[in-house]
């Protein structure tokens, strides 16, 4: 995995926790299985989110999508 990728993986786990929601909330907003967003969360699982669920996320949480990316950057791994 990348380092941008587990920059925005990490960005929506501290969203979820600040709004004190679930994984399974978060699968609703992406109208996507719970299952998918622990495999995110689990870094020895290459499920990763995509621009459609970074929109999804930014417009339910007012944001923009670039708020979920770094300002500079990542070293890739």
């Not at 995995?1 to 994984?23: C, G, N, P, T, W």
């Amino acid at each position: 995995m990348s380092a941008i990728e587990q920059y925005v993986i990490d960005f929506v786990i501290k969203l979820r926790h600040k709004h004190k929601l679930r994984q399974e909330d978060i699968a609703i907003i992406l109208d996507v299985d719970r299952t998918f967003i622990t495999n995110v969360e689990n870094i020895e699982k290459p499920a990763k989110y995509n621009l459609s669920h970074i929109d999804k996320l930014a417009d339910h949480f007012h944001l923009s999508p670039k708020d979920f990316l770094p300002d500079k950057p990542q070293n890739y791994i």
